[in-house]
T-cell receptor, first 115, second 117 residues
Framework: KQEVTQIPAALSVPEGENLVLNCSFT??????LQWFRQDPGKGLTSLLLIQSSQREQTSGRLNASLDKSSGRSTLYIAASQPGDSATYLC??????????????FGKGTKLTVNP | GAVVSQHPSRVICKSGTSVKIECRSLDFQATTMFWYRQFPKKSLMLMATSNEGSKATYEQGVEKDKFLINHASLTLSTLTVTSAHPEDSSFYIC?????????????FGDGTRLSIL
C-alpha cells in the first residue's frame, strides 16, 4: 500500500528565508510526483510535476527534486514571501492493476511566512 | 491552461437531504474525473474514479449507494451525496485530466464545503 509522508507538519519562518519541505513515499513504482499548494478552504494548485525519469523541476523560486530509489522528494522555496503561506501537498501517481491511475497524497505541510 | 469548475462552493443543509455537486472541465475534454474527500488535518482521499459513459470505480470503503457518481459527458461529472448525515460533512474536491495516463497533471476544482446540520 502506497503511503506518503510529509515532514514537517507545520513550519513558520521569517520572510526572506530559504526553506525545504520533505516528502517520502513507500513504493518507488510511481509515474510521477507532484507538489501542490492549497489555500484555506480552496482547491489545489499544481506547482511542479516531476516524471519518474526526472530528478528535478524548477519554476521561479521553487525547485523540486525526486530520488525515486530512496522514495524521497524535496520542495525548495527560495526567498520566501508572506504570499507563500499555504499548505503544501505532495502526491505520487501510480498505476494499479487494471490500468487506472491513482494519486496518493501526504497530509501536507502548513507553511507560514511572517513579514 | 486547463480549468476545472466545481459548483457549489459551499452547501449547508439539513440531515436527510440529498446534495449534488458538479464538476466541469471548461476548456478540455475529460474522459476521466476523480472525486476526493478531505477531512481536517488529513490527506485527500480518493473516493472514486468517474469514467465517461460507464460506471464509476469506487475505492474500498466508499459506499456506492451513498455517493452516486454520474459522468454523462466529456466535460461534466456529478457527485450526489444521498440522504446526507452530519458524518458526511467534509470538503469534497474533484479533478480531471486531459489524458489520464500519469503524464499529465490532474487539474483540481476549488472544492465544495458540505455541512450537514
Amino acid at each position: 500500500k502506497q503511503e506518503v509522508t510529509q515532514i514537517p507538519a507545520a513550519l513558520s519562518v521569517p520572510e526572506g528565508e530559504n526553506l525545504v519541505l520533505n516528502c517520502s513515499f513507500t513504493d518507488s513504482a510511481i509515474y510521477n510526483l507532484q507538489w501542490f499548494r492549497q489555500d484555506p478552504g480552496k482547491g489545489l494548485t499544481s506547482l511542479l510535476l516531476i516524471q519518474s525519469s526526472q530528478r528535478e523541476q524548477t519554476s521561479g523560486r521553487l525547485n523540486a527534486s525526486l530520488d525515486k530509489s530512496s522514495g524521497r522528494s524535496t520542495l525548495y522555496i527560495a526567498a520566501s514571501q508572506p504570499g507563500d503561506s499555504a499548505t503544501y501537498l505532495c502526491a505520487v501517481t501510480y498505476r494499479r492493476e487494471g490500468g487506472s491511475e491513482k494519486l496518493v497524497f501526504g497530509k501536507g505541510t502548513k507553511l507560514t511566512v511572517n513579514p | 491552461g486547463a480549468v476545472v469548475s466545481q459548483h457549489p462552493s459551499r452547501v449547508i443543509c439539513k440531515s436527510g437531504t440529498s446534495v449534488k455537486i458538479e464538476c466541469r472541465s471548461l476548456d478540455f475534454q475529460a474522459t476521466t474525473m476523480f472525486w476526493y474527500r478531505q477531512f481536517p488535518k488529513k490527506s485527500l482521499m480518493l473516493m472514486a474514479t468517474s469514467n465517461e459513459g460507464s460506471k464509476a470505480t469506487y475505492e474500498q470503503g466508499v459506499e456506492k449507494d451513498k455517493f452516486l457518481i454520474n459522468h454523462a459527458s466529456l466535460t461534466l461529472s456529478t457527485l450526489t451525496v444521498t440522504s446526507a448525515h452530519p458524518e458526511d460533512s467534509s470538503f469534497y474536491i474533484c479533478s480531471a485530466s486531459p489524458r489520464p495516463d500519469g503524464n499529465q497533471p490532474q487539474h483540481f476544482g476549488d472544492g465544495t464545503r458540505l455541512s450537514i446540520l
